[in-house]
């Protein structure tokens, strides 16, 4: 089963949500971007689990090791040595990369011309590793979900409505560019 599409728009930031955001990131802190990350990362790949085999794929063709490739490639890493550890780690730090991102995307939230353009940039990065648009909307759950995990009771609906916003903006844009050129 693939992911589902939903359509989102945009929807424009206020001041106040610039700073409940700016506030609410602070919560979170970059000691917890692997874990946060690790856990975003899993939520995906369980509500949409065709996007783990485009990203173990991505992560085969970057790897050096030829030991390793096949058992990977084909789904079945079991055999192959520190695999198990590997993928966690790889999972850590893709997830921490998000976080990574979605820190310098916060930075610029009260500068619509800087966020667009970033966002462009992803999208444009992650077209080359054949993401698709629905793809992009798993982030959407997997983001609500780990922020309400990692910040408990102070995961309030005005911060949820506000980093909601934000990952319309997110996805939209990104979806954009994923889609640019495209008959």
């Known amino acids: 089963m693939g992911c589902s599409q939903a359509k989102i728009e945009p929807e424009a930031l206020t001041p106040d949500d610039a700073r409940i955001i700016r506030e609410t990131w602070k919560m ?10 690790q856990r975003l990362m899993l939520r995906i790949f369980q509500k949409c689990p065709d996007i783990k085999s485009l990203w173990q794929n991505s992560r085969v063709m970057n790897n050096a090791n030829p030991a390793t490739t096949t058992a990977v490639a084909s789904g079945d890493d079991t055999d192959a040595p520190n695999t198990a550890n590997r993928w966690k780690m790889d999972l850590r730090n893709h997830g921490s990369k998000f976080f990574n991102s979605l820190d310098d995307l916060i930075s610029v939230v009260d500068k619509p ?15 080359s590793y054949e993401v ?12 609500n979900h780990t922020m309400e995990f990692g910040l408990r009771d102070k995961w309030t609906d005005n911060r949820q409505k506000s980093f909601g916003r934000l990952i319309n903006i997110i996805v939209a844009r990104t979806n954009r560019a994923l889609t640019a050129n495209e008959k």
Do not use: C, P, T
């Open 28 to 37: 979170v802190g970059r000691e917890a971007y692997g874990e946060y990350g």
């Open 113 to 127: 011309e800087e966020l667009f353009k970033m966002l462009n940039d992803i999208g444009i990065r992650h077209k």
């Open 132 to 143: 698709k648009s629905e793809h992009i909307q798993a982030i959407v759950d997997g983001l």
